[in-house]
């Protein structure tokens, strides 16, 4: 069973760069079984894909987003991460890594999400 | 609005059965999902792939579909159910995942 476990800053100010990484345990992030993908659920309002990374180092991210957003995968750390740029407060919201696809036919797994808050 | 619909909250007694629907386009040709959240806990995935059931959660859960529309069974709800559930699927539009707005379960 997959672990994952996000960490990075709970507060950025507006107009800086976001980083979060997600630490993998339970399985290699070097297999072909799972996209590593980060998501955002606003508060009070809805979730929100923000994009995936394959082992292979191949991304995929939500249009809506994609100017600002880069993820990466470091396979020797485990880990894989999240840089949103030029932050506003609409950008406040929990942040989840998790092995989440287009596909929707095997088990996906969740961390357990941080916080972070981008101050008006 | 959200891209798929889910009823805002559901209530009923211990015991009974609850049902939680999903609708949506993208449903009539993608796999549904479904997670259930507790307050300060990790999103648990229950229903994958419309209607499997992941190791570990309980034979109550199950899932099923119907053209646009899934539901989300709880046969027998217990008070450890009551949390929010959300359904979600691929989108149609340049790939990647849509969410529902999620339904608030309440057992007691």
């Known amino acids: 069973q997959v672990q994952l476990q996000e960490s990075g800053p709970g507060l950025v100010k507006p107009s800086q760069t976001l980083s979060l990484t997600c630490t993998v345990s339970?399985?290699?992030?070097?297999?072909?079984?799972?996209?590593w993908s980060w998501i955002r659920h606003h508060p009070g309002k809805g979730l929100e894909w923000i994009g995936y990374?394959?082992?292979?180092?191949?991304?995929h991210y939500n249009p809506s987003l994609k100017s600002r957003v880069n993820i990466s995968i470091d396979t020797s750390k485990s880990q894989f991460s999240l840089k949103l740029t030029s932050l506003t407060a609409a950008d406040t919201a929990m942040y989840y890594c998790?092995?989440?696809?287009?596909?929707?036919?095997?088990?996906?797994?969740w961390g357990r999400g941080t916080l972070v808050t981008v101050p008006p | 609005s959200y891209e798929l619909g889910q009823p805002s909250s559901v209530s009923l007694s211990p015991g009974q059965t609850a049902r939680i629907t999903c609708s949506g386009d993208?449903?009539?040709?993608?796999?549904v999902r479904w997670f259930q959240q507790k307050p300060g806990q990790a999103p648990v995935l229950v229903i994958y792939?419309?209607?499997k059931r992941p190791p570990m959660i309980p034979e109550r859960f199950s899932g099923s579909t119907s053209g646009t529309t899934a539901t989300l069974t709880i046969s027998g709800a217990q008070v450890e159910d009551e949390a929010d559930y959300f359904c979600?699927?691929?989108?149609?539009?340049?790939?990647?995942?849509?969410f529902g707005g999620g339904t608030k379960l309440t057992v007691l």
């Open positions: 998790a092995t989440v696809d287009d596909y929707g036919d095997s088990v996906e797994y």
């Open positions: 339970g399985d290699s992030i070097n297999s072909a079984n799972y996209y």
């Open positions: 990374i394959y082992y292979s180092g191949s991304t």
């Open positions: 993208v449903l009539a040709k993608n796999y």
């Open positions: 792939k419309d209607t």
């Open positions: 979600y699927s691929a989108t149609d539009n340049n790939g990647g995942v849509v």
